[in-house]
């Protein structure tokens, strides 16, 4: 930083300390600066001075903590022969684990038959009677039933007959054709408007009286065959008359 507008010194403690030298002022916390007066900083505290925002952070140095106990490392100061058969430190007591106990197969024979081997149909009478008693109780709550206030569902035929299903094919002929009538009157008014013989009056405005209409004329219709071809104004005009048509079916 330059000296015109702030000085921070590291003190012995390990603490810093401030001091405005400028000519604008500064502020620490927002609090303004005492100009050429030491002013103590802590960890958190904002600089404020030029434009500009400092947020200080000061570590406090770290004290070893002479609590801890370290453990001490095992260090070998002995060659270690890997051909020897004697043991690497033979001063030191081998553990012995215990003999872990035989987890083999079970020498007493077991009876499977009563789970592997169930009849389901050994009991057959009682399953019946149980059976039917279920049935006899539902049959029961399904007559309970009031079908006349039940919610209908659907009006529509669970079975459609074959004249039902001509009928929907007849008008869906009869769909499609009226359909491409439609669209050939559509286009039929669609080159109506653009038939030469109607435009030669729209035509006839652009060129003067004592011009030659014979020459310029297609030219003024390509130019503007072209241009309105271009903007798709010819697109929207079909459009638009198609849909027209679409709306009398």
Do not use: C
């Amino acid at each position: 930083m330059s000296r015109i507008h702030l000085m921070v010194f590291r003190l012995d403690s390990g603490g810093y300390t401030v001091t405005d030298t400028s000519t604008n002022g500064a502020k620490l916390n927002n609090e303004p600066l005492a100009s050429k007066e030491v002013q103590s900083l802590n960890d958190g505290d904002v600089l404020s001075f030029a434009g500009y925002r400092l947020l200080l952070g000061i570590v406090e140095n770290v004290v070893a903590d002479d609590s801890i106990e370290f453990i001490s490392e095992h260090t070998f100061d002995r060659q270690t022969d890997v051909s020897s058969t004697e043991p690497i430190l033979a001063d030191q007591e081998i553990e012995e684990l215990p003999l872990e106990p035989d987890k083999g197969f079970s020498q007493v024979e077991v009876d499977m038959d009563s789970d592997l081997l169930f009849d389901p149909f050994a009991d057959g009478p009682t399953i019946l009677e149980s059976a039917e008693s279920e049935i006899a109780k539902r049959g029961a709550s399904v007559m309970d039933v009031d079908f006349d206030e039940a919610p209908q569902v659907s009006k529509m035929p669970q079975h459609m007959g074959a004249n039902s299903l001509q009928d929907i094919y007849a008008r869906a002929g009869m769909r499609r054709e009226n359909v491409v009538e439609a669209m050939e009157r559509a286009l039929e008014k669609f080159l109506n408007e653009l038939d030469p013989a109607e435009l030669q009056a729209d035509y006839d405005e652009y060129i003067p009286m004592l011009a030659s209409r014979k020459k310029r004329y297609w030219t003024i219709h390509h130019r503007q065959f072209a241009k309105k071809r271009t903007n798709g104004e010819f697109r929207r005009t079909f459009m638009s008359l198609f849909a027209e048509e679409m709306r009398k079916l």
